[in-house]
């Protein structure tokens, strides 16, 4: 293994490590639904985001954000 891959491979181990602890903690910016994918790619291209976007999978809905497809 290369310098870096065991770099990588323990630093991935002491993040396993930590969630398995429950240290981590990951800043949730906001939760979309699937159907929503483009307003929630729109706002990290804006740089509009401070945090992780989630996509929740599930039944789509017609909602606010939701756009007819062409």
Do not use: H
Not at 5 to 21: C, R, V, W
Not at 30 to 40: C, F, I, N, Q, S
Not at 49 to 54: A, E, L, Q, S
């Amino acid at each position: 293994m290369t310098r870096a891959a065991n770099a990588a491979a323990a630093s991935a181990a002491e993040l396993a490590e930590l969630a398995a602890d429950g240290k981590l903690e990951v800043p949730i910016a906001r939760v979309y639904r699937l159907d929503e994918v483009r307003a929630a790619f729109e706002g990290l291209e804006r740089r509009r985001t401070r945090g992780k976007i989630v996509l929740k999978p599930g039944t789509l809905q017609a909602g606010p954000t939701a756009r007819p497809r062409p």
